[in-house]
Structure formats: structure tokens, C-alpha cells
């Protein structure tokens, strides 16, 4: 190797190694570095190899602050990863109503869904995240909505034995 290609090959390796240090920062939902790392030009839609953004793993951790500093800074609500999953649904997921509602504040699709049609409420109704599924209905959510397989949320609740959202959703139903 030159000594050009020696050069291109350790600033290639101190780049991918700040950028897992970036997202280890939105991991541990450290706002201050994230504040100062994004004033100074980092990309907020900044995605690492499985496609995820800062902002996903910031409410996928339950980083209110972080997730806030993102949006803040533009970072897009409505980016999935490679697995078609939205930072909302991440966050419904984990049972974190308030980044629930701030990812909605700042735009996030209230539905939320991924490329298998699975909604937010969907997965806030399969792991029994009553409040959850208060608010996205509050805010518009299709308790009707099908994912690929032409399940609801009422029927992922059932699956799951989530008998809070189902009593919740049934009431809906009647």
C-alpha cells in the first residue's frame, strides 16, 4: 500500500469508529454531546449500518432529551431502518408515552407503520401500553388497520394475551 492508501485506510477506520461513538451517544441519550455534535455539522438523519438513525435509537432507548435535541435539529420522524421500522413504533414498543408524544408533536405518523403494516398501536396494544394506546387513539390511530397478515391491534393483543388494551380495544368494538 502507498503511503496515500495507508492515510485513506486510517481515515476511513477513525471515521466509522467516531460515527459508532455518535450513535453510542444517542444509544446512552447523551443531549449535551448530541447538541454540541449536531451544531457543529453532524448530519441529524445520520444512519449506521442497519439503517437506523440517531433519533431511532434515541426513543428506541427512551432518551426523551436526545430525542428532543434531534427533532430540534431536524432529524426526520419518519426515517426506518432497514428493518421498515419507524422511531414511533420503537417507542411504542418500549412503553415510552412521552417520546411517544413528542415524536408526534414533531411530525411522526401517528399510525407509524413498518414495511409489514405493523401500526405503533399495534405494538402498543401487543405489549398492554394502556396510555399508549389511549394517546394514538387520541391522536387519530386506526384501531381497524390491517397489517400484512390482516391482523388489528385488538387481534396482536389477543395473540399476546395483553388483556388490558384488549378489554381497551374491545370497548371501542362495541
Do not use: C, W
Request: glycine fraction near 10%; aromatic fraction near 4%.
Amino acid at each position: 500500500m502507498s503511503t496515500t492508501q495507508d492515510a485513506r485506510q486510517m481515515n476511513e477506520d477513525e471515521a466509522a469508529e467516531f460515527a459508532e461513538q455518535v450513535f453510542d451517544k444517542a444509544r446512552q441519550g447523551d443531549a449535551a454531546m448530541l447538541q454540541r455534535l449536531l451544531e457543529k455539522g453532524l448530519p441529524a438523519n445520520l444512519r449506521n449500518h442497519k439503517g437506523d438513525t440517531l433519533l431511532m435509537l434515541a426513543s428506541y432507548h427512551g432518551h426523551l432529551n436526545a430525542v428532543r435535541v434531534l427533532l430540534e435539529h431536524k432529524a426526520d420522524p419518519e426515517i426506518r431502518n432497514d428493518n421498515g421500522q419507524s422511531p414511533i413504533a420503537g417507542a411504542a414498543f418500549k412503553g415510552d408515552l412521552p417520546v411517544v408524544q413528542v415524536l408526534v408533536e414533531h411530525g411522526a405518523d401517528v399510525e407509524g407503520a413498518s414495511a409489514d403494516g405493523r401500526t405503533a398501536l399495534m405494538m402498543a396494544a401487543m405489549f398492554n401500553r394502556v396510555a399508549i394506546v389511549d394517546y394514538l387513539l387520541g391522536r387519530g390511530a386506526n384501531p381497524h388497520a390491517r397489517d400484512a397478515k390482516g391482523i388489528t391491534a385488538l387481534g396482536a393483543a389477543q395473540a399476546m394475551g395483553a388483556q388490558d388494551t384488549v378489554a381497551q380495544l374491545q370497548s371501542l368494538a362495541g
